[in-house]
């Protein structure tokens, strides 16, 4: 079973500078000894379980400060376990934030003060196969490595590879709406799902889809609780969709002399109906630094039944006819080092900041899209890199996925502030969405009312519908608490 690995750890001994928490009420600890739920009330685990990746926290935990103490760290195994906790802690008025691997980079999984931290990788089970229709059900805390474990040797895969694979957990990518780094080809998680198993704040259990690929009884009720953040319920259990591991793969690599031209022809690809499992695009900088070579680098891997693959990579080739033809082994190179996230937490202990922003756009606006975010980001004093790649193209848009880095000259955490005020202020000015995969948590809280516009209303409805008592997760996704 995979446990979930953190960035940065505190040091021994906690400082001084514990940001806030609260011990949890007896009656609730009460109640889960009394049924026997494990939880835990140490100050350890407390600490460990009030952080995830969100970039600001592995700054804090290297100096040793704890964003937020949980009450509680409460790990059920079964889902009789979270109908319990739920019920407990809405009698209670006790917020409840679910986690998986913490693997979020937006501080979703990051609790209130006092707060029930509910740890959902101990219900890591897979449930059932069904290989004639293609479907896998699995416990919402399985880890990446754990579900496709179970698969592979029965040549079969879901297809959602997230670079964070490692780290994060089935409810993880469900409840961030995720995206695989082979979406192209297989979908986001949106699109692999088919049913699941939610526990509403009140403690009921409610079953949504699993009736086959797709029903037309009302709008899609999987869809309400994919992308929730842990808002509007705690997901136990999810069906899948699973695919037989491609046999064949064709790869190719291309330079193109600017980011536009590149994405002009990713466009073309996808229009002309290739979608080749990868499909990557960076500007001059991320190319040096990742293939040492110059321009805009194009990476291309496409894998399937062999037929199929050759017609998407002849597509691929005729539509990067104009473009300098690069050695494939550089797709090779990007599979090797793909997984690796081992520079990030060292660079924010030597004081720099460094993070990254996804975000979606139409095909039209995203070369201004991506000129206006890069200018903004270079305009704060002390921003020393401001780059991007191309990493997930549709139809009509795709996802833009900017770096940036710098050495703050006053507070970092006003810094790094700014440097999302300014590069949403023009995703969202230029027409383009908050996040493409990510989600939201709270570091993008105080954007979502201008991000959703009028619909965030119906949001905030369905909010007060399944959690009255607002305990689901409060001051994620722009809901039930001031955004930090
Ligand atoms: C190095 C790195 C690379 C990454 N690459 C990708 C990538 O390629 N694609 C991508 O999509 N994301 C990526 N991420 C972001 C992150 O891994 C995903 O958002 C992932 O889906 C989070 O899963 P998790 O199990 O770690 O969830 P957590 O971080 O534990 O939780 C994230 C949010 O989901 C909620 N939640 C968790 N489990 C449940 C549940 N069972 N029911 C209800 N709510 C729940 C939490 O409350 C929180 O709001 C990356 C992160 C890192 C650190």
Same mark, same amino acid.
């Given at each position: 079973m995979t446990t979930p690995t953190m960035p940065s750890e505190y040091p021994e001994e906690l400082s001084g500078n514990v940001l806030g928490g609260g011990d949890a009420p007896n009656s609730l600890l009460e109640a889960l000894h009394a049924q026997h739920v494990p939880f835990s009330i140490g100050e350890t685990e407390r600490a460990d379980h009030g952080? &995830?990746?969100?970039p600001l926290s592995i700054g804090w935990v290297a100096k040793g400060e704890v964003p937020s103490f949980p009450g509680v760290v409460v790990y059920p195994r079964t889902v009789e376990d979270v109908q319990l906790v739920l019920r407990t802690a809405n009698e209670l008025r006790i917020p409840v934030t679910p986690q998986g691997g913490r693997s979020g980079v937006v501080g979703g999984a990051v609790p209130m003060p006092g707060a029930i931290a509910l740890d959902l990788t101990h219900m890591n089970a897979v449930l059932a196969l069904d290989e004639i229709s293609g479907t896998v059900t699995a416990q919402a805390g399985i880890f990446g490595p754990d579900l496709e474990g179970f698969l592979s040797p029965r040549g079969l895969t879901t297809g959602h590879v997230p670079q964070s694979f490692d780290l994060s957990t089935l409810g993880g990518w469900l409840a961030c709406r995720g995206a695989g780094?082979?979406?192209?080809?297989? +979908?986001?998680i949106e699109d692999i799902v088919r049913g699941l198993s939610v526990v509403l704040a009140n403690g009921d259990l409610v079953v949504t +889809? %699993?009736? @086959? =690929?797709?029903? *037309?009884? +009302? =709008? &899609?009720? %999987?869809q309400l609780f994919v992308g929730s953040e842990g808002t509007l319920g705690v997901i136990v259990e999810a069906t899948l969709v699973v695919r037989h591991i491609p046999k064949h793969h064709e790869q190719a690599a291309y330079q193109f002399s600017s980011f536009a031209d590149g994405l002009e022809a990713c466009r073309r690809i996808i229009q002309r109906g290739a979608h080749p499992s990868v499909l990557r695009l960076y500007d001059e900088t991320e190319t040096k630094r990742n293939? &040492? !070579? &110059?321009e805009c680098a194009l990476i291309v891997l496409e894998e399937g039944d062999a037929g199929l693959v050759r017609a998407s990579m002849s597509v691929v080739t005729e539509e990067c006819s104009g473009a300098t033809v690069l050695d494939p082994l550089l797709v090779d190179r990007w599979l090797a080092h793909r997984n690796d996230v081992s520079a990030l937490a060292p660079l924010w202990a030597r004081g720099i900041v460094v993070d990254t922003i996804e975000i979606a756009g139409p095909w039209a606006n995203l070369a201004t899209i991506h000129q206006r975010v890069v200018d903004a980001l270079l305009a704060? =004093? @002390?921003? *020393?890199v401001a780059s991007v790649h191309q990493s997930h193209a549709y139809d009509d848009g795709a996802c833009l996925y900017f770096t940036f880095a710098g050495y703050p000259e006053g507070d970092t955490t006003d810094f790094y502030r700014r440097a999302w005020d300014v590069a949403s202020e023009a995703v969202l000015k230029a027409g383009g969405a908050l996040s493409h995969h990510h989600g939201v948590g709270r570091n993008r809280a105080r954007f979502v009312s201008e991000a959703l516009g009028d619909a965030y209303g119906v949001l905030v409805a369905m909010k007060d519908v399944l959690d009255p008592n607002h305990i689901? %997760? =409060? @001051? !994620?996704? +722009?809901?039930?608490a001031p955004p930090w």
């Open positions: 952080r &995830d990746w969100w780094q082979r979406s192209n080809r297989y +979908g986001k +889809g %699993n009736r @086959g =690929p797709r029903q *037309a009884v +009302g =709008p &899609d009720l %999987n293939f &040492d !070579v &110059d704060i =004093p @002390g921003i *020393a689901l %997760n =409060p @001051g !994620v996704l +722009g809901l039930s």
